[in-house]
C-alpha cells in the first residue's frame, strides 16, 4: 500500500529559530496536507496543497507540493512556544481517503 | 459548537470485552470517518462512511464494525478485545469526497486501553 515518510521523527529548538519537516511517498497524490495535533487533541489542518510545485503560506507556516507530486515539505519560521506539538503530512486522492506520515514531534524551548 | 465530539474520551475495559465508542458531528458533513492512532502516534484510517458506501480499510480485522445511526453519527464497536487494540480512536467528518479532498475535522479522541 501507499507509505508516507516523514522526516524528521522530532525536533528540539529553540525558541525564535526556523523548522524544516518533508514528506516523501512511493507513489503519487493528487493533493497534500499538512496537520498539526496538539496533545490530547484532534489533528487540525493546516495547509491543503492542490497542484504540482504549489507554494503556500498561512502566516508563519511555508509549504510546498513537489513537482513529482511525491514529496512535499512544511516550513515554521520564527518558532514559537505554541508551535509545540505533532506535525503530519498526509497524501490524498480520489474518495477522501487519506494516507499520513509517521509524524514530526516538535519541541519548543523557550 | 463542538463540531465533532467523541465519547467517551478514555475506556479502560478487559481483553474479551465488547465496547462501543460514540461519534456525533454537527457540521452536517455526509461523511465520516474512523482512525486508529496507535502507541508511536502513526495514524491510519479504519472506515470512510456515508449513505452510499462504507470502505473498510483492509488491515481492519472484522471484530470492528461501524454503525451509523442517522447522518450525524458513526459509531465504533469492538468485539473480543485484545490487548493490540489499545490505541487512541479518532472520528472525522466531512463533506463527500470525490476527486477534490474535503477537509476533513476531527474529534478529540478516545483512547483505549485494554488490559
Known amino acids: 500500500g501507499q507509505q508516507l515518510n516523514q522526516s524528521p521523527q522530532s525536533m528540539f529548538i529553540q525558541e525564535g529559530e526556523d523548522v524544516s519537516m518533508n514528506c516523501t511517498s512511493s507513489?503519487?497524490?493528487?493533493?497534500w496536507l499538512w496537520y498539526k495535533q496538539d496533545p490530547g487533541e484532534g489533528p487540525v489542518l493546516l495547509i491543503a496543497?492542490?497542484?504540482?510545485?504549489e507554494l503556500t503560506s498561512n502566516g508563519r507556516l511555508t509549504a510546498q507540493f513537489g513537482i513529482t507530486r511525491k514529496d512535499s515539505f512544511l516550513n515554521i519560521s520564527a518558532s514559537i512556544p505554541s508551535d509545540v506539538g505533532i506535525y503530519f503530512c498526509?497524501?490524498?486522492?480520489?474518495?477522501?481517503?487519506?494516507?499520513f506520515g509517521g509524524g514530526t514531534r516538535l519541541m519548543v524551548k523557550p | 459548537d463542538t463540531a465533532v465530539s467523541q465519547t467517551p474520551k478514555y475506556l479502560v475495559t478487559q481483553m474479551g470485552n465488547d465496547k462501543s465508542i460514540k461519534c456525533e458531528q454537527n457540521l452536517g458533513h455526509d461523511t465520516m470517518y474512523w482512525y486508529k492512532q496507535d502507541s508511536k502516534k502513526f495514524l491510519k484510517i479504519m472506515f470512510s462512511?456515508?449513505?452510499?458506501?462504507?470502505?473498510i480499510n483492509e488491515t481492519v480485522p472484522n471484530r470492528f464494525s461501524p454503525k451509523s445511526p442517522d447522518k450525524a453519527h458513526l459509531n465504533l464497536h469492538i468485539n473480543s478485545l485484545e490487548l493490540g487494540d489499545s490505541a487512541v480512536y479518532f472520528c472525522?467528518?466531512?463533506?463527500?469526497?470525490?476527486?477534490?479532498?474535503?477537509?476533513?475535522?476531527f474529534g478529540p479522541g478516545t483512547r483505549l486501553t485494554v488490559l
Open positions: 507513489s503519487i497524490f493528487n493533493t
Open positions: 496543497l492542490y497542484k504540482a510545485g
Open positions: 472525522a467528518s466531512s463533506q463527500e469526497g470525490g476527486t477534490e479532498y474535503n477537509e476533513q475535522f
Open positions: 498526509a497524501g490524498h486522492n480520489a474518495g477522501n481517503m487519506l494516507t
Open positions: 462512511y456515508n449513505n452510499k458506501e462504507l470502505i
